[in-house]
């Protein structure tokens, strides 16, 4: 029995001996306050939680007890005691032979979610969704899990069921051992590297271990073949691929999505990552040697592929180490603002107000205006990892970086009160409400901006490389686009995880969908650079532990300040 359940009933138990010991005197000595000890029963249901069959009996003897507030004699009230000490003690086997005893329900829990976002999710025509084929796919799968009551099996059953809308506004959470479980169980074995497609199109190794220098690989290393084929191609075959899972970020503290990329060209930039985990007790790799010759060596397993996967990630995708909304000079006429969220505190982030950013920037204008008196021209921003919050946050920061002007941000959909439903055309499109603008303030006086950004930045963080890259004094660079996700979201609760979605519609100045991919899986958020991820990057990120994105940026600042010099 669960430990509360246990505590229940000791407790009812308790009260019984106590109601029957009190027995006599309550009728001796009349007073309503003896009667009230008969409805002191219904508080053992505090512990019960919610309702559970097995426990049924615990609920009767409950029940029986509450008859002593209306009849004092000692014989019936003790007998009623004695009742309900036996009636609540019967829970105890009814709860261990029932193999459903406290049993999770994973078809119920999947049934309302996946009915929540058939009505609700707002990008059902324009993604193409196929409601009845993921029902057909995916329900077989959750009642599986929930007749072996599998957290594993449910979890990695929603996860590729959230995992084919590609949007990162969709997913699947619960408790963070299930989480970690569930990835470990399918992304396979670590032979001591992961590998990683370069910009040339080659793979590489990245994350190696020293102990692989024995068969002459070291990060940078070209894979030509993982176990006889092309390491795209056997990712593509990893139980992993077609999911999505969450990871806890170490800088950041947030859980970090990775997998089913909605923009299909950061897919490609991962595409060779997961072939690292295929394998037996020994994979077959394909590599070129010092000399530019291609040999085979044969690896052997040394472990779960989990910590190697995502510590990559981690090594590539990570932001500057600072605090949210921190600043960091960077050289003499560049400094750095670090943004991993938007959200300034939660007064402002729950007020939705533009009020309530006041202070924000007032600290941000004054922090810039002294940057400035102290030789300061450009600004980088760091939004890598920035798991998004409030667009009015975004709207605030952008002010103070864009030129004087008026700036068509975003427009929001019309929502029809009446119908509890957005307006819609005779076409099927959105029908557009309220224009979202931004007015520029020009703090930086023909100063310029880079914009730092990855896969991992979403939502809000979307938002804010859209509108800035279309500003003249901004460059968006990046080794990948932004996440590609920025429809307002929503979710529904189950009682063990959550299931978010994209329930909010918002749209472009144009009056199409803002941002989120479609059918094609192109998003609309692109960037201006894309830094090369070469074999100078792999060695000065794997190798130096160097932050290779934030040294490419200020490079553009540093070669075009010499490049003014006479």
């Not at 994979?283 to 010092?290: A, K, N, P």
Request: include cysteine; aromatic fraction near 10%; charged fraction near 25%.
């Amino acid at each position: 029995m669960k430990n509360l359940d246990i505590l229940a009933v000791a407790a009812g138990v308790g009260i019984c001996i106590l109601l029957y010991c009190i027995a006599g005197r309550a009728e001796r000595i009349k007073s309503t306050k003896w009667k009230l000890f008969w409805l002191l029963p219904a508080s053992v249901l505090a512990f019960a939680g919610r309702f559970e069959r097995s426990l049924l009996p615990l609920y009767v003897g409950i029940v029986i007890l509450l008859a002593g507030f209306f009849r004092e004699k000692t014989v019936f009230r003790r007998g009623l005691s004695i009742a309900g000490a036996l009636s609540m003690l019967a829970s105890v086997p009814a709860s261990l032979l029932n193999p459903r005893y406290r049993a999770k329900d994973y078809t119920g829990d999947f049934q309302k979610g996946y009915d929540a976002m058939r009505e609700h999710y707002v990008l059902t025509e324009y993604k193409g969704i196929d409601w009845d084929a993921l029902y057909e796919t995916y329900m077989p799968m959750i009642e599986e899990a929930d007749r072996e009551q599998d957290a594993v099996k449910n979890y990695l059953a929603w996860s590729g069921f959230c995992g084919t809308f590609h949007d990162g506004h969709v997913g699947y959470y619960c408790e963070k051992e299930t989480m970690e479980a569930a990835a470990r169980s399918v992304l396979g074995n670590d032979y001591g590297l992961a590998v990683m497609r370069m910009t040339d199109g080659r793979f590489a190794a990245v994350n190696t271990e020293e102990s692989l220098r024995q068969y002459g690989i070291a990060n940078g290393t070209i894979i030509t073949s993982w176990n006889g084929q092309v390491p795209d191609e056997v990712s593509r075959q990893s139980p992993a691929w077609g999911l999505m899972f969450y990871y806890e970020n170490e800088e950041t503290g947030y859980e970090t999505e990775f997998g089913c990329f909605p923009d299909i060209d950061n897919e490609i930039f991962y595409s060779g990552l997961l072939a690292a985990g295929v394998g037996g007790e020994t994979v077959s790799v394909g590599i070129l040697d010092e000399n530019g010759m291609e040999r085979t060596v044969t690896l052997p397993k040394i472990g779960e592929y989990y910590d190697r996967l995502f510590g990559t990630v981690e090594k590539i995708d990570h932001g500057v180490n600072i605090g949210n909304l921190e600043w960091q000079r960077t050289d003499q006429t560049t400094v750095l603002l670090r943004i991993k969220g938007m959200a300034y505190d939660t007064q402002s982030y729950m007020s939705g107000d533009e009020k309530s950013y006041r202070e924000m920037k007032e600290k941000l204008t004054e922090a810039l205006e002294e940057y400035k008196a102290d030789g300061v021209k450009d600004v980088i921003i760091d939004l890598r990892n920035n798991g998004g919050g409030s667009p009015i946050m975004v709207k605030t920061v952008v002010s103070l970086f864009a030129p004087e002007g008026t700036y068509d941000c975003s427009v929001d959909g019309l929502w029809d009160d009446d119908r509890k439903c957005w307006v819609t055309d005779e076409n099927g499109d959105y029908v557009p409400g309220k224009a979202i603008r931004c007015q520029g303030e020009n703090l930086l006086d023909g100063g310029r901006v880079i914009l730092l950004t990855n896969q991992a930045c979403v939502s809000a963080g979307d938002f804010m490389v859209k509108i800035m890259r279309g500003l003249p004094n901004v460059t968006v660079m990046g080794f990948t686009e932004p996440n590609g996700s920025c429809q307002a979201v929503g979710g529904v609760n189950f009682r063990g995880g959550k299931l978010t979605f994209s329930n909010c519609v918002n749209l472009d100045p144009a009056g199409g969908i803002l941002i989120d991919s479609g059918i094609d899986r192109q998003s609309t958020d692109d960037i201006d650079v894309q830094i090369p991820f070469d074999l100078d990057a792999i060695r000065a990120i794997f190798d130096e532990g160097q932050d290779y994105a934030l040294a490419s940026a200020a490079a553009v600042f540093s070669s075009t300040a010499e490049a003014d010099v006479p």
